[in-house]
Structure formats: structure tokens, C-alpha cells
């Protein structure tokens, strides 16, 4: 791939860029890890839930807000 190419498609998310834990989705609690980089598509990454033991895909967004930046959860 031509890096103008590259370019053109914006810089990819990788493994080492997902947040640690996300919210599960089942329960809401907050004791997840990073299951698998990838979920059924390029864009989802899968987390495990430890407390309800489910897997479950969590969509990657390159404009989401962290709770580490935006302690409060207001939009800016």
C-alpha cells in the first residue's frame, strides 16, 4: 500500500491503543479485558467480562472519549 494510500484511509486503531477495560454492555460492570483485537469485523474488538462471563464486541472509534478524559461524561 502506497503511503498516500495509507494516508487517504486514516491511521488504523491498533491492539495496543484499546483501552484496557470497557463497560460491558450485559451487566454495565466495569471488570473487563481485551479478549481478541478484532470481532467480527475490523472495526469491533472483543472483551471478556469477568464478572457475568460473557464475551461481547465493543466498537472502535477513534473520536470516543475515554472516562480518563472526560471524567465527568459530559460531551464536549
Known amino acids: 500500500m502506497t503511503e498516500s494510500a495509507r494516508r487517504s484511509l ?24 481485551q479478549f481478541s483485537a478484532f470481532g467480527s469485523a475490523l472495526s469491533v474488538s472483543q472483551y471478556y467480562c469477568r464478572p457475568c462471563r460473557t ?3 465493543w466498537m472502535k ?15 464536549s
Not at 12 to 29: R, T
Request: aromatic residues 4%.
Open 10 to 33: 486514516g491511521s488504523p486503531l491498533h491492539s495496543d491503543a484499546m483501552p484496557e477495560s470497557v463497560e460491558c454492555p450485559f451487566c454495565l460492570g466495569l471488570d473487563t479485558e
Open 55 to 57: 464475551v461481547f464486541e
Open 61 to 75: 472509534r477513534k473520536d470516543d472519549p475515554r472516562p480518563s478524559d472526560n471524567p465527568e461524561g459530559a460531551h
